[in-house]
């Protein structure tokens, strides 16, 4: 397809990271996430952690922004203290991909947030998270899964109609929805599993799961396709 969009991922910045003869601070993203982002008829291009007044002119040169999953978001970004259960902060990363995301939400870039992705999206617009809840990442680095039931009507309904089993791995989900977002899937427990902003700056939707990790593309088609649409004006 010659008419592919050019998708922004956001990136790890890891300390230690070894490969064949190297250790070394790196730039690490799953290849899961380019291979979606091809698979669903896009370009892949990683976006590392920069200084946030670059923001803008990265998304400037993108036609949709993927923010990536990784680590706990630092509590003091939504006014909370910290659970003995959280992680380590990854400040570099919750600086460049808050600037990120206000960058998408004013230029009208289409913008999907997977996982730590969505839950910054819901901090971004003044939201707050829980820190820790059970169920939704049983065995350590292993993923699990479980089903999400979409809302009707929303954005990700529209994307996946039905009830989904997904790939899943977290320990911390939305508390107060941020402002203007709305809740899209839910897991059985109530968990929101997705949100989206149904009105407002253009096509803009978190989920908290880890479509990367499966075999569905639609979620990432339909930001492949925002973004196509975007770009034709």
């Not at 291009?45 to 670059?54: F, S, V």
């Not at 059985?188 to 989206?196: H, K, Q, R, S």
């Not at 990790?213 to 990432?220: A, K």
């Amino acid at each position: 397809m010659a008419d592919r969009p050019l998708i922004g991922v956001s990136t790890y910045l890891e300390a230690g990271a070894r490969w064949r003869v190297w250790e070394l601070e790196a730039v690490l993203l799953p290849a899961a996430y380019p291979r979606l982002v091809q698979g669903a008829g896009g370009l892949a291009a990683l976006l590392p952690p920069d200084a946030p007044e670059h923001a803008a002119a990265a998304v400037a040169r993108v036609d949709g922004l993927v923010i990536a999953g990784g680590p706990d978001v630092e509590p003091v970004r939504y006014g909370d203290g910290t659970d003995p259960r959280t992680g380590p902060p990854a400040r570099a990363r919750d600086t460049w991909e808050l600037a990120l995301i206000e960058a998408a939400l004013v230029a009208r870039v289409p913008l999907l947030g997977i996982c730590r992705g969505m839950q910054l999206l819901n901090v971004a617009l003044g939201g707050t998270l829980v820190q820790h809840i059970e169920g939704h990442a049983e065995v350590v680095g292993v993923f699990g899964g479980h089903l999400v039931q979409p809302v009707p009507g929303t954005l990700y309904a529209g994307a996946v109609p039905e009830e989904m089993f997904v790939p899943t791995y977290h320990h911390q989900a939305v508390d107060r929805l941020g402002t203007g977002l709305v809740a899209s899937a839910h897991a059985a427990d109530g968990t929101v599993e997705a949100l989206e902003l149904p009105s407002g700056p253009g096509w803009v939707l978190g989920v908290q799961w880890h479509p990367e990790m499966g075999e569905d593309l639609r979620v990432m088609r339909a930001l492949v396709e925002a973004a196509r649409e975007a770009r034709r004006g």
